[in-house]
């Protein structure tokens, strides 16, 4: 297959074979007549792989050492295993944050619909950061 061959029949970008390639994830053979690279049912495999995984937000450097443990015969499983609950565990960490930040967002934006414009006077740059959580609680350990 070429390039435009496999990008298609993986559901990719030929940009995304190119760049996978340079990589080295997959490996082309040469045609002899023209000099073109050849993608195999292999190579297919691997793109296919690689895009699954990417989807599931495996960076490039955890796809390559799949790959890696696969061809030296040696299960990748466990390592994806490990990563995976890692990684999760990161999103929802991130998720929590950024729905706090949702909540103060929605609790500025609605303090602002009664609060005054200021012109900066030297005290003040922007009343409405300032003075957003007036009259509330310490907000500092939410964030």
Not at 19 to 38: A, G, H, M, V
Not at 44 to 73: N, T, Y
Not at 112 to 121: F, K, R
């Amino acid at each position: 297959m070429k390039v435009k061959e496999i990008a298609t029949s993986a559901g990719v970008n030929p940009d995304t074979v190119r760049f996978y390639t340079r990589e080295r994830l997959l490996k082309p053979s040469r045609n002899p007549d023209n000099n073109y690279q050849q993608y195999g049912s292999e190579d297919l495999k691997r793109l296919r792989f690689a895009r699954k995984a990417r989807q599931l937000g495996f960076s490039l450097p955890e796809v390559r050492q799949i790959l890696d443990q696969a061809d030296d015969h040696h299960s990748p499983c466990p390592m994806v295993r490990d990563v995976f609950q890692q990684r999760l565990a990161a999103v929802e960490k991130e998720i929590h944050e950024l729905e706090q930040l949702r909540k103060r967002m929605k609790t500025a934006l609605s303090a602002w619909q009664d609060m005054p414009d200021g012109t900066p006077d030297g005290h003040t740059i922007c009343r409405l950061i300032e003075h957003w959580d007036d009259g509330k609680p310490d907000t500092q350990a939410e964030e």
